[in-house]
């Protein structure tokens, strides 16, 4: 019993941690391919970049193949993960989900308004809403490992489920706002098929490869109705069974949705984002004057970032824990917690890609969206590295 115990014990923390060894590392590769997008599109190699991105192999560019293909991958990861925190996790209950829960709505709230302050005037400007609310999990954590033990586990804990909170909104953002007009056949047959995976899942179907297959299906459905072809990803994974196989019920590494998840973790760290982020980081930067720095679209973004993370998420963290709902993460400090915020802003992955689908149709606007990204991202990271670093650690007062 006492094995047992310790087993259950343990399980959650070394799966959590190789969650965030693995989310830290692919941070930092996504660093470097950004970074590289960034010389390619500003080098002689320009043309043959942008050239690429825009063939086609078959009835999608390549670029479209990657956004609305490769990174339905990344969603079915998001939905696993918000599933398993939800259900077993950081997020299994009201005492553990209040804080970052409120923090990651202040996170989302306070930088679409400032956004809004800037561009609500125009309306095509104003699509772009949703893009600062969005945190990037992997550049986050990737910042956070450069650290090392400067910052408390619990605070690792917080900003993990404070993204996944921020993933899930995003996610519903996205299927509201930014998907087209509706083919209400190919939706209904979508349906039809989500209903089947359901009762596969109630069926106690526990094999992977049925779930996957019926999961192209419902991507291919999905990408032809006009809801955004990625929230198939999500719709999949919150079918895949959280349960352990009979033969070893003790054992959690046997239920389907752990072991697709783990399976997953490197794809998506170390090819599908990266690729992402090389596709969609790289803008140039002929023609850009201190006119486009200074538009209200860049600055929304910049700004909604760095002033809009730090005062939604730090702000309503500080409510939540002064009005006795939460308390503040073991070990940490508030000065600590102020970091964190700042990192919050780090909204790379996921503001490219609703700013992609607001302004579809715009490149210029893009390119403006990119910048404000990138401006305010790189601002965030630096400042909540460096607050963070040089934080006192807390000294926990003794007990008793």
């Known amino acids: 019993m006492a094995d047992q115990a310790s087993r259950r014990g343990t399980r959650p923390i070394s799966l959590l941690r190789e969650f965030m060894a693995n989310e830290a590392s692919g941070g930092l590769v ?32 390549l670029l479209h193949w ?14 696993l993960e918000i599933k398993r925190e939800v259900l077993d996790g950081q997020l299994s209950s009201w005492s553990r989900r209040a804080l970052p829960g409120i923090a990651a709505l202040g996170g989302m709230v306070v930088p679409a308004l400032i956004f809004l302050a800037f561009n609500g005037a ?60 509706l083919s209400m056949l190919d939706l209904g047959l979508a349906v039809a098929v989500l209903a089947g995976l359901y009762a596969m899942n109630r069926a106690g179907v526990l094999k992977l490869w049925p779930y996957l297959l019926l999961g192209a299906v419902l991507w291919l459905l999905v990408l032809r109705s006009g809801v955004h072809a990625t929230v198939a990803g999500v719709l999949l994974a919150f079918t895949i069974p959280l349960r352990p196989a009979p033969a070893a019920p003790d054992r959690v590494a046997e239920s389907p949705l752990h072991r697709l998840e783990h399976g997953m973790h490197g794809l998506v760290a170390f090819l599908v984002i990266p690729i992402f982020g090389f596709a969609n980081a790289g803008v140039s930067f002929e023609g850009v004057t201190l006119a486009t720095l200074g538009s209200n679209l860049t600055l929304g973004v910049a700004l909604g970032l760095v002033v809009g993370k730090l005062i939604g998420v730090f702000g309503f963290a500080a409510l939540t824990i002064r009005l006795g709902w939460a308390e503040l993460p073991m070990g940490a400090s508030w000065t600590q917690l102020l970091g964190i915020a700042l990192l919050c802003g780090i909204g790379f992955t996921m503001s490219l890609f609703i700013g992609l689908l607001a302004f579809a149709q715009s490149p210029l606007l893009q390119d403006q969206v990119k910048i404000g990204i990138l401006m305010g991202s790189l601002t965030a990271g630096l400042v909540g590295w460096l607050l963070l670093r040089l934080a006192p650690r807390r000294i926990p007062a003794p007990r008793g």
């Open 122 to 181: 125009d309306p095509e400007a104003s699509r772009g809403w949703a893009i600062p609310a969005a945190t990037d999990i992997a550049f986050a954590l990737g910042v956070l490992s450069l650290l090392g033990s400067r910052v408390p586990t619990s605070l690792k804990v917080f900003l993990t489920a404070l993204a996944i909170i921020d993933d899930l909104g995003a996610v519903a953002i996205i299927a509201v706002f930014y998907s087209g007009a």
């Open 30 to 61: 996504l660093m470097g391919t950004a970074l590289l997008a960034l010389v390619v599109a500003n080098s002689p190699l320009a043309p043959a970049y942008f050239g690429a991105l825009s063939s086609y192999i078959g009835p999608l560019s």
């Open 66 to 79: 990657i956004n609305d293909g490769l990174m339905a991958i990344f969603f079915l990861l998001v939905g």
